[in-house]
């Protein structure tokens, strides 16, 4: 359901609009399948979707002033709550015509999710997952945040175990059957520290370089995985 959302909220993406009329639709979008916002008062967060321009990593706050101009990547992080369960996507798109460095950097954050994917399987252990994001994007010349990581998810949206983006093969939390959680890199074209804004929400690159983020619930199955959040 909330991949459907954030397809939604994507292809409505262009230049001109604000960040308060994604989370507009992102409300009413969710409401239509008779499910609730995740975010929208968690912790005090005061809107449906959090919607992230350029060097701004994750929790941007939409605003009716905050225009999307021709050029900039926009993250989206969406979250529902449907029947007592949770469900949480994220991904990083092109406002119109955007620069080769970006489309790069979207590129390279959106494999390495998919090589994390590809070690999730019974047996495999969580640095496994952490070590498939921090080798890829390190080796195309980016770094990983440390500061946030992507966690379990069930009947609450954060629940154990943290899922790093970052770490050494063959150690941590062994993966068995059951297990679902999100992996979400977070890459930048920078340095990898991050601060958080006066609004106590929106989190930036401290260097002002772009970043990207993408994520999908996993669920570990008997013979590999499923992607809860993929709609081919």
């Not at 639709?25 to 809107?47: C, D, H, N, Q, V």
């Not at 007592?84 to 996507?89: E, I, L, S």
């Not at 998919?114 to 399987?121: D, M, P, S, T």
């Not at 890459?187 to 990207?212: F, I, M, Q, Y």
Request: hydrophobic share 40%; proline share 6%; charged share 20%.
């Amino acid at each position: 359901m909330i991949a459907k959302v954030l397809r939604i909220l994507s292809e409505q993406l262009r230049p001109g609009i604000t960040t308060k009329d994604i989370d507009d639709r992102a409300y009413k979008e969710i409401s239509s399948l008779g499910a609730k916002p995740a975010f929208l008062g968690y912790r005090g967060y005061p809107a449906t979707a959090c919607v992230s321009i350029n060097h701004e990593l994750v929790h941007g706050i939409p605003s009716a002033g905050r225009i999307i101009k021709e050029g900039d990547i926009v993250s989206i992080d969406l979250g529902l709550i449907h029947n007592g369960f949770y469900g949480d996507v994220a991904g990083t798109f092109p406002a119109g015509k955007v620069s080769p460095e970006a489309q790069r950097l979207m590129a390279i954050t959106s494999e390495s999710l998919e090589r994390a994917i590809a070690q999730v399987k019974p047996g495999n252990r969580m640095g496994d997952i952490g070590w498939a994001v921090q080798s890829y994007a390190e080796q195309a010349g980016y770094s990983v945040v440390r500061d946030y990581v992507g966690h379990g998810i069930g009947r609450k949206l954060h629940e154990d175990p943290p899922v790093p983006n970052f770490g050494q093969p063959h150690t941590g939390l062994r993966l068995v059957p059951g297990m679902v959680f999100a992996i979400e890199p977070m890459v930048n074209a920078g340095e990898n520290t991050v601060r958080t804004l006066e609004d106590d929400w929106t989190v930036v690159t401290v260097d002002s370089k772009l970043c990207a983020h993408f994520e999908h619930m996993v669920a570990v199955t008997e013979n590999g995985c499923e992607v809860l959040t993929r709609i081919e």
